[in-house]
């Protein structure tokens, strides 16, 4: 399934978001090369700022303390021709999705909820900002629809390479340029 709206890209970015498992960061780096564009990733920025890996500042902050971290970080990115690839939790941060929105389009990869619980598994270690006793499955169905509503292009991966997705999503970017 493949869902989109028109928006230009002129020199901007792409960002991806998405559960955790989606492929964010694997489709990020092949469409960056796809597109001899930079990569980020929201994640490894907020590796940077503190110096320790994700599950730790997970640990050291609490989910919310982390959601509102990590929104403040996002909301401070400036770039140009760069594949962003976020946090599964950015949707929560209604700055940062504001503010990922200036620099282009937001395209949701979606492997779909068995194949997001079987990459994630228990979770334990991805630094997931899960609230206790919450499922993964509970998690994907509680963002699935948050993801929908502000993404420019959805994307079903289950079945696809990451550069399959990588190629997918330049075409329908060189078709957004084109309108």
């Known amino acids: 399934m493949v869902a989109f709206s028109t928006r230009q890209t002129d020199e ?15 489709v990020g780096k092949a469409l960056a090369e796809h597109l001899q564009w930079a990569h ?5 920025l907020l590796e940077s700022f503190f110096g320790r890996p994700l599950q ?9 303390s982390f959601i509102r971290t990590e929104e403040e970080i996002v909301t401070q990115i400036f770039a140009k021709r760069a594949v962003i690839s976020t ?12 503010r990922l929105n200036t620099l282009g389009p937001l395209v949701h990869l979606d492997p779909g909820v068995e194949t997001t619980c079987a990459r994630v598994g228990g979770a334990q270690g991805r630094g997931l900002a ?17 993801y929908e509503q502000i993404a420019d292009l959805t994307l079903d991966t289950a079945s696809l390479s ?5 190629r997918h999503i330049a075409d329908w970017l060189a078709h957004q340029d084109k309108s």
Request: hydrophobic content about 35%.
């Open 130 to 146: 899960i609230a206790d006793g919450q499922t993964v499955q509970d998690l994907y169905n509680e963002r699935k629809p948050l």
């Open 12 to 26: 901007g970015c792409v960002t991806l978001i998405g559960m955790a498992g989606a492929g964010k960061t694997t």
């Open 162 to 166: 990451p550069e399959d997705c990588a």
């Open 56 to 64: 730790d500042i997970f640990d050291a902050l609490g989910r919310e």
């Open 40 to 44: 980020m990733d929201t994640d490894h």
């Open 87 to 98: 946090g599964g939790s950015v949707i929560y941060g209604a700055e940062a999705i504001a």
